[in-house]
Structure formats: C-alpha cells, structure tokens
DNA sequence: GGTAGACCTGGACGC
DNA sequence: GCGTCCAGGTCTACC
C-alpha cells in the first residue's frame, strides 16, 4: 500500500490492531491488580460517559468492553488493560511487573480516571436533584489519570472541531509520550511538556497557536503554581477556584467551566458552541446566540451544584439516542463525528 | 463592560 | 491538485 493512500481510518484501525495485538503478547507475566469499586460502579457506562475515553492514549475496546490504557510512572511507563469480572471487582493487567510503590502509584491514578473515590451519597444527591438518571445510575463522568492532562486535553479541545482534538492527543502522545514495553505511547508529563519546543509541539505535534500556551501550563504545573488538593479541598470555594482557573494561559470561561466538572466540582456549565445547539436543537430554544446561553443557564439553575451533570447526561442521552448506547461505538466514528450535527 | 479581529488546523467544496 | 471558506474558544486592543 502507498502510504498516501493512508487515512486517518487506517491509521485508528492500525493503532486499535497493534494494541491488542501487543497486549496479548505482553500480558503474560505482567502485574494484574484487583480494585473493588463501589458497588454502583459499572466500568462501561462510567467509562464511555465523556469524550475523554476516545482520546489517546486512552481506547476503549468494543468488543472485549475493556479500557486500554499506558500508564506513567518515574521509572518507565507500562500499558495496562482494565476490565470487570462478573464479581464486580475490577481486573488491571500490566504488561510488565510493578513494584509496590508503582503498584500504589496505579491504584491512585486509575481511581482519579475512574471518579472510584466518589462517594455514594453524592450520586444519590444528585439523583434527588435529578431523577431522571437514577435508573441508569449514571453519575460519574470519566477523567484522566492526573489533572494535567485534563487541563492538556481540555486545551487541545477548544477551538478546533473534534477530529482536531483526537489528532492533537495522539500526536502528544507519539512524539512527547514514553513507549511501554508493549509499544504503546503514555501522556506526556508536565515535566516533559515544560522542557519541549516550542517548534515540536506547533510543528509535529500540530497545536498551533496552543504552543506556547501549553508550556507555560507545564511549567506552572511543574513549579506547583496549580495545586490540586488546594483545587478540590471542599473549604474552597467554587468562585476561588473559577477565578484561578481562568487566570491561566489558555483557559477561558469554557475550558474553567470543563476543568471543574473534572476536578468533581459540577456548579457551573462549560459553554460552548455544542451547548447552545443542544439548547436550540433539543431544549427548542430560539434567539440569538447570547440569549439562548442565558436561557440555558435559567434552564439548569433548578439543578443546583450538580447542573454540569444534568447537562452532560442529558446531551449524552441524545448522542445514544442518534447512535447507540456509547459503549458500543466504534472508535472511528467517535473519533470523526461525535456531535450532534455529525450524528 | 462589550466587541472585533487575529490566532491555527483540517475538512469541505468548487474549479 | 490547488485555492478558498468555515468551525472552533481565547486573547488583545480598542471604544
């Protein structure tokens, strides 16, 4: 095959075969860590709950209902494979043995990405807010592993249309990621991204303008200027920390309101233009756009603390209702369409 | 405080 | 194959 005849289908469909391929080949030997999540938990619905999963190095296996994922830790990064066994309890295998601290350091890191430490009475909380998903269960929202890379993915989604976010993360990955044993790339650190150029990530890694922008974050992240446990101590105050998000480069009111919903903090919404088409297209709203965004937030006022929820789940609702239940899209169709004018 | 225009990439479209 | 247009959120300059 010539190689400009390769699309960016080939090159997903290559990616998802190369890593089954190599995690079967490497599994063998490898640590394997059992989790005992909440009973509410279920790893497909609380996995294929938000656009994060289809971003790399993240890749949810339709078939096996399995979560691909490279993991970081100081030593050298490792590939790992989560699924969930009739029991309940989780199964993690690793494609090279961990040591006690990497093995605690994988614990931390997959409970962040899958919202494990979230406490049942906050789902039943927002259940009482918002009945309408307590059949379903759905409460938790899938995130990544650290809070850099939510900020990095969050970036890496605004302003650009989606298929732009998936090319930005696998080529931040492939360039300025750590191969595992298996092959497959990790998130590059913030102390990676602090110390790459400015030209790699504009000119291989195809940012643009979100460059500099990106740096500037990894070095504030590496100096410890972004505190998280200041971000999500419960004494702070949902103002204090909108008001510190925004104060950084690249973050606007949009990528504040996204990067709270990920620090479990759900009082405001993340406006942006799939927003205000899901106010025109389902809610009916008319109007300019200015005044379909204060009808939106009149809207989801009644939903308190928890209204980023009602949002997401009710926009998530009518993606499923287009495409089928999002634990079963193929990742090449999440990864070109995946709003709901492309649905 | 509100608004216009620049910033980039990649896809769609017309020729 | 090339050129043009458009979508997308943030930032800066200006009124």
């Given at each position: 095959?010539?190689?400009?005849?390769?699309?960016?289908?080939?090159?997903?469909?290559?990616?998802?075969?190369?890593?089954?391929?190599?995690?079967?080949?490497?599994?063998?030997?490898?640590?394997?860590?059992?989790?005992?999540?909440?009973?509410?938990?279920?790893?497909?619905?609380?996995?294929?709950?938000?656009g994060?999963?289809?971003?790399?190095?993240?890749?949810?296996?339709?078939?096996?209902?399995?979560?691909?994922?490279?993991?970081?830790?100081?030593?050298?990064?490792?590939?790992?494979?989560?699924?969930?066994?009739?029991?309940?309890?989780?199964?993690?295998?690793?494609?090279?043995?961990?040591?006690?601290?990497?093995?605690?350091?994988?614990?931390?890191?997959?409970?962040?990405?899958?919202?494990?430490?979230?406490?049942?009475?906050?789902?039943?909380?927002?259940?009482?807010?918002?009945?309408?998903?307590?059949?379903?269960?759905?409460?938790?929202?899938?995130?990544?592993?650290?809070?850099?890379?939510?900020?990095?993915?969050?970036?890496?989604?605004?302003?650009?249309t989606w298929?732009?976010?998936?090319?930005?993360?696998?080529?931040?990955?492939?360039?300025?990621?750590?191969?595992?044993?298996?092959?497959?790339?990790?998130?590059?650190?913030?102390?990676?991204?602090?110390?790459?150029?400015?030209?790699?990530?504009?000119?291989?890694?195809?940012?643009?303008?979100?460059?500099?922008?990106?740096?500037?974050?990894?070095?504030?992240?590496?100096?410890?200027?972004?505190?998280?446990?200041?971000?999500?101590?419960?004494?702070?105050?949902?103002?204090?920390?909108?008001?510190?998000?925004?104060?950084?480069?690249?973050?606007?009111?949009?990528?504040?309101?996204?990067?709270?919903?990920?620090?479990?903090?759900?009082?405001?919404?993340?406006?942006?233009t799939e927003?205000?088409r899901h106010?025109?297209?389902?809610?009916?709203?008319?109007?300019?756009?200015?005044?379909?965004?204060?009808?939106?937030?009149?809207?989801?006022?009644?939903?308190?603390?928890?209204?980023?929820?009602?949002?997401?789940?009710?926009?998530?609702?009518?993606y499923?209702?287009?495409?089928?239940?999002?634990?079963?899209?193929?990742?090449?169709?999440?990864?070109?369409a995946f709003t709901a004018a492309n649905l």
């Amino acid at each position: 095959m010539v190689v400009g005849e390769r699309g960016a289908g080939y090159e997903l469909a290559c990616d998802i075969i190369f890593t089954e391929y190599l995690f079967t080949e490497y599994l063998m030997g490898g640590s394997v860590l059992k989790i005992h999540p909440p009973a509410d938990f279920e790893l497909a619905r609380d996995v294929c709950s938000y656009g994060y999963f289809v971003l790399m190095p993240n890749a949810w296996d339709v078939s096996g209902q399995r979560l691909f994922r490279v993991l970081e830790f100081d030593e050298k990064p490792s590939a790992c494979v989560i699924d969930q066994c009739e029991d309940g309890k989780l199964r993690v295998r690793f494609d090279r043995r961990l040591d006690r601290a990497q093995q605690s350091q994988a614990r931390v890191q997959i409970s962040r990405m899958l919202c494990l430490e979230m406490a049942r009475d906050d789902i039943r909380a927002f259940h009482r807010v918002d009945p309408r998903w307590k059949k379903s269960g759905r409460g938790r929202l899938f995130r990544s592993p650290t809070l850099f890379e939510d900020v990095i993915k969050t970036v890496t989604s605004c302003n650009v249309t989606w298929p732009g976010t998936v090319n930005m993360n696998r080529r931040l990955c492939e360039v300025c990621g750590r191969k595992s044993a298996s092959g497959a790339y990790s998130f590059p650190s913030a102390k990676k991204l602090a110390r790459t150029r400015l030209g790699t990530l504009r000119g291989r890694c195809r940012v643009g303008y979100r460059d500099q922008r990106i740096i500037d974050l990894a070095k504030l992240f590496v100096s410890g200027h972004v505190d998280e446990a200041w971000l999500t101590d419960p004494s702070v105050s949902d103002d204090e920390v909108f008001k510190f998000l925004i104060s950084l480069p690249g973050i606007g009111p949009y990528a504040s309101g996204n990067i709270m919903q990920l620090l479990g903090r759900y009082s405001r919404l993340a406006i942006d233009t799939e927003t205000i088409r899901h106010g025109k297209a389902v809610l009916g709203m008319v109007g300019t756009d200015g005044q379909i965004i204060k009808a939106l937030h009149a809207h989801y006022e009644p939903f308190g603390e928890h209204k980023f929820r009602s949002y997401w789940f009710e926009l998530w609702a009518h993606y499923e209702s287009k495409a089928g239940p999002a634990h079963l899209w193929e990742r090449e169709l999440v990864s070109k369409a995946f709003t709901a004018a492309n649905l």
